[in-house]
């Protein structure tokens, strides 16, 4: 069985642990929530893209698309979105939350 798989490459387009510690604001590193959140977002569209890109490829038969490297594909545009979901159900609770509370 011939097996290709493309490296895997790992972009968090979120904050990481020590900029998260750091008594910095976002205006001094750049990086606010919104904006950290639209990369996350743009970054699982580009996922799902993907994806769907290489499905089309093993469906039209092409030789150089190989079918275990369209599952991992699928698979992570999969937990990309799972996770986008629950980020989304979150926020949502939060602001449910927020409103809720006694002034």
């Known amino acids: 069985m011939d097996l290709r798989l493309s490296p895997v490459s790992v972009?968090?387009?979120l904050l990481n642990a020590a900029a998260l510690r750091s008594k910095s604001t976002p205006a001094a590193t750049g990086v606010g929530f919104s904006?950290?959140?639209?990369?996350?977002?743009?970054s699982i569209s580009a996922s799902q893209n993907q994806a769907q890109a290489?499905?089309?490829?093993v469906q039209m038969e092409n030789p150089t698309v190989s079918l275990e490297?369209?599952?991992v594909a699928i698979q992570?545009?999969?937990i990309g979105f799972q996770s986008a979901l629950n980020v989304r159900n979150r926020m949502v609770q939060a602001y449910n939350d927020i409103m809720n509370?006694?002034?």
């Open 35 to 42: 904006s950290a959140l639209n990369g996350a977002l743009n």
């Open 54 to 57: 290489l499905e089309r490829q």
């Open 11 to 13: 972009q968090t387009p």
């Open 76 to 78: 992570k545009a999969q």
């Open 101 to 103: 509370m006694q002034v």
């Open 69 to 71: 490297e369209t599952m």
